[in-house]
Each structure stands twice: as structure tokens, then as C-alpha cells.
């Protein structure tokens, strides 16, 4: 059994996941089911290169304005259907 862990004053689920190559760890905030750490380990290598991410403030459900995703189409550019382009490889 592992000892009960606390990230920025919340207590947190641990997940371990391994195999031969590389070992992920996630700390889970059961109140939110999102990831409040986690830490990828490459376990084929001898130096072991690991790298780890905090997370915190997320924000699941942003109000962000259409305009957050609308990308200028660039001068001299043309619209393409993938659709149509996508059926010429079939």
C-alpha cells in the first residue's frame, strides 16, 4: 500500500503504469478525475531520462470567443474540400 501523497495542499491517487522500456506515473485529483502531476521515466536507457509536469489551474470549460480559432486565410490562398481531395487516393 502506498502512503497517501498531497500536491499543493490536495490529496492525490497514484496510478503506475510499466513496462521494459518506460514507466508513466500519474497523480490524480479524485475530486476533479484530472491529473495534478505526472512523470514519464525511460526505463531502457541507462541514465534513466525522466520528465515530469505539474498541472494546476485547469480550466475545462474556457468562455473563449469564436475568434480564439479562426485562422486569416493568406492572401493568394484557395479553400480546398478534404472531402473531394481525400476521395482522389481511394
Same mark, same amino acid.
Given at each position: 500500500?502506498? =502512503? %497517501?501523497?498531497?500536491?499543493?495542499? =490536495?490529496?492525490?491517487?497514484?496510478?503506475?503504469? !510499466?513496462? %521494459?522500456?518506460?514507466?508513466?506515473?500519474?497523480?490524480? @485529483? +479524485?475530486?476533479?478525475?484530472?491529473? *495534478?502531476? !505526472?512523470?514519464?521515466?525511460?526505463? @531502457?536507457? +541507462?541514465?534513466? +531520462?525522466? /520528465?515530469?509536469?505539474?498541472? *494546476? =489551474?485547469?480550466?475545462? @470549460? %474556457?468562455?473563449? +470567443?469564436? #475568434?480564439? /480559432? $479562426?485562422?486569416? =486565410? %493568406?492572401?493568394? $490562398?484557395?479553400?480546398?474540400? /478534404?472531402?473531394? #481531395? *481525400? #476521395?482522389? /487516393?481511394?
Amino acid at each position: 500500500m502506498t =502512503k %497517501p501523497v498531497t500536491i499543493r495542499g =490536495k490529496k492525490v491517487e497514484h496510478l503506475v503504469l !510499466s513496462g %521494459p522500456q518506460l514507466r508513466i506515473e500519474y497523480w490524480i @485529483d +479524485p475530486a476533479t478525475a484530472l491529473p *495534478a502531476r !505526472s512523470l514519464v521515466v525511460h526505463l @531502457d536507457d +541507462p541514465q534513466r +531520462p525522466h /520528465f515530469q509536469v505539474e498541472y *494546476a =489551474k485547469w480550466k475545462v @470549460d %474556457p468562455k473563449l +470567443p469564436a #475568434s480564439t /480559432f $479562426a485562422l486569416p =486565410k %493568406p492572401k493568394g $490562398a484557395t479553400q480546398v474540400d /478534404f472531402r473531394e #481531395s *481525400a #476521395s482522389e /487516393f481511394e
